[in-house]
């Protein structure tokens, strides 16, 4: 039996381009989307659509991450920072309406809050994780997810978001700017060199903070973006130690730790230290598409 279209996709039918000729419009047709040219992106039984399709994704999560991930965030550890994500959203989408795109979704945890705060928006989630996209496509009611890979042209048409939201997650600058809105935001979401610190320190093979990241940032996103305004949300959280556990494997971490550093002391609950900067940028008329490389975290 086809795979129905799910509803949060459809208000997203008029913004969506096919990701193979880059200019026809989307249309659904038996469990699956389709441009006039024949080009066909199956919709997944689990909600989301795979636009991402004859390539391999350059980077993305595996199952195993996402479900850490899944788990911890269900802990509400991060609500803070969610409820950040959300208000800086807030200041960029009309009252009716509103249009929030995430990259890097992971599993729709921040979009989620995103579009609780907006009543009237909708949300697309891009994400290479099947996995993670699996939990995103349920999220929220008004949240559609699609596999997709930043650091290619976005599936989108231009100008057609109002927010682009980036939380720990990959950037690819030129693409953000090109399917903003002159008036929408950008809202990056990055950690601080005090992020998780005590982890860091009792596990050595966790993936430090690079102490450039934020000059590394600035320069990437300054063609196409000024900053309007960033908040540092900084605050100590006792985790037990499956959350310890949790933590690192939805990490980047997760794939340089060794077993030894998994049964050793690093696990053991303990105050942690929550270190994030949130920053809303604004886009710059026209931008300067000036040919710089999409930038990693
Ligand atoms: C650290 S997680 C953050 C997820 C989510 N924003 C959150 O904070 O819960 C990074 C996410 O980026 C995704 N990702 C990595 N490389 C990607 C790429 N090239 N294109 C799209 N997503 C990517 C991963 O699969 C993962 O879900
Ligand atoms: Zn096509």
Redesign the pocket.
């Known amino acids: 039996m086809p795979v129905l279209l799910p509803p949060a996709l459809r208000p997203f039918l008029d913004l969506l381009r096919c990701p193979a000729c880059r200019t026809r419009r989307l249309r659904a047709d038996r469990g699956a989307l389709r441009c006039t040219a024949g080009h066909t992106f199956d919709i997944a039984r689990h909600g989301y659509a795979g636009l991402l399709t004859g390539t391999r994704?350059?980077?993305?999560?595996d199952a195993a991450m996402?479900r850490a991930?899944d788990r911890f965030?269900a802990t509400g550890t991060y609500e803070p920072l969610r409820r950040t994500v959300a208000r800086l959203a807030a200041g960029a989408v009309p009252q009716r309406g509103g249009t929030v795109l995430?990259?890097?979704?992971?599993?729709g945890?921040?979009l989620s809050g995103v579009l609780d705060r907006l009543p009237a928006a909708r949300g697309l989630g891009?994400?290479?994780?099947v996995r993670?996209l699996r939990s995103a496509a349920r999220a929220h009611d008004r949240a559609a997810a699609a596999t997709?890979?930043?650091?290619r042209p976005f599936p989108l048409a231009d100008a057609v978001a109002d927010v682009v939201l980036d939380?720990?997650?990959?950037r690819n600058p030129a693409e953000f700017h090109r399917v903003l809105r002159p008036a929408g935001r950008l809202v990056v979401v990055r950690p601080t060199a005090r992020h998780l610190a005590e982890l860091r320190g009792r596990i050595p093979a966790m993936v430090t903070v690079d102490p450039h990241k934020e000059q590394r940032l600035h320069r990437a996103l300054a063609p196409f973006f000024r900053a309007a305004v960033t908040e540092q949300v900084e605050y100590p959280v006792s985790l037990t130690g499956p959350q310890v556990r949790d933590l690192l494997a939805?990490?980047p971490s997760a794939h340089h730790v060794t077993g030894a550093d998994l049964t050793g002391d690093g696990l053991l609950p303990g105050r942690v230290t929550v270190s994030v900067l949130a920053t809303a940028y604004r886009p710059h008329r026209g931008g300067e598409e000036n040919g710089l490389a999409p930038h990693a975290t």
């Open positions: 994704a350059t980077s993305g999560d996402a991930r965030l995430d990259a890097g979704c992971g599993t945890y921040y891009l994400d290479t994780s993670a997709w890979d930043v650091f939380v720990f997650a990959p939805m990490t």
